[in-house]
T-cell receptor
Framework: GAVVSQHPSWVICKSGTSVKIECRSL??????MFWYRQFPKQSLMLMAT?????????EQGVEKDKFLINHASLTLSTLTVTSAHPEDSSFYIC???????????FGQGTRLTVV | GQNIDQPTEMTATEGAIVQINCTYQ??????LFWYQQHAGEAPTFLSY??LDGLEEKGRFSSFLSRSKGYSYLLLKELQMKDSASYLC??????????WGAGTKLIIKP
């Protein structure tokens, strides 16, 4: 199957700082990528849909100014958590779907801990 | 609204068979996915059904009934490594994935 690479796998940061998470499609072009967060023992919660060359589409309740998404190329989307707080600590996962319709290929996920 | 229902947790014995059910209600339908997710890891793809019937893939099989809005994942010859959460996701008319909350499967020796 296709490969999606996410970096870093884990990060610890201080409150008030910003953290950038990268998501790359390694062997296909992804015009659309999806960013999820997952709290312990809960399912995936879609945060936003990242569209190459245009603004991201955010789900209701997700602060676009706090979770900045940039999709500057067909193989790279980034999520920046700005002014992080302990409640932002979570597992963040990106995914991409070939042609936007098939199975979702997931990155390895990023465990963010804000102290 | 759109909704996916699956049991929260199931327990089964090593070597046995377990069936995880999923019911869905979506605006339009373009297929049903099953994913496996081990704790602390990202989900991995298991199966995709868009037509009614059973799809078999090794120890894992997935069934779909579109008229009933129902799917199940069947795991045979259970192994300890099958302990994980199993996520059901339906693709709606816009090809957006609607995710279930996941079923945590516990395998006992």
């Amino acid at each position: 199957g296709a490969v999606v690479s996410q970096h870093p796998s884990w990060v610890i940061c201080k409150s008030g700082t910003s953290v950038k998470i990268e998501c790359r499609s390694l062997d296909f072009q992804a015009t659309t990528m999806f960013w999820y967060r997952q709290f312990p023992k809960q399912s995936l919660m879609l945060m936003a849909t990242s569209n190459e060359g245009s603004k991201a589409t955010y789900e209701q309740g997700v602060e676009k100014d706090k979770f900045l998404i940039n999709h500057a190329s067909l193989t790279l989307s980034t999520l920046t958590v700005t002014s992080a707080h302990p409640e932002d600590s979570s597992f963040y996962i990106c995914s991409a779907r070939i042609g936007g319709r098939g199975e979702a290929f997931f990155g390895q996920g990023t465990r963010l801990t804000v102290v | 609204g759109q909704n996916i229902d699956q049991p929260t947790e199931m327990t089964a014995t090593e070597g046995a068979i377990v069936q995880i059910n999923c019911t869905y209600q979506t605006s339009g339908f373009n297929g049903l996915f099953w994913y496996q997710q081990h704790a602390g890891e990202a989900p991995t793809f298991l199966s995709y059904n868009v037509l009614d019937g059973l799809e078999e893939k090794g120890r894992f099989s997935s069934f779909l009934s579109r008229s009933k809005g129902y799917s199940y994942l069947l795991l045979k010859e259970l192994q300890m490594k099958d302990s994980a959460s199993y996520l059901c996701a339906a693709s709606d008319s816009n090809y957006q994935l609607i995710w279930g909350a996941g079923t945590k499967l516990i395998i006992k020796p």
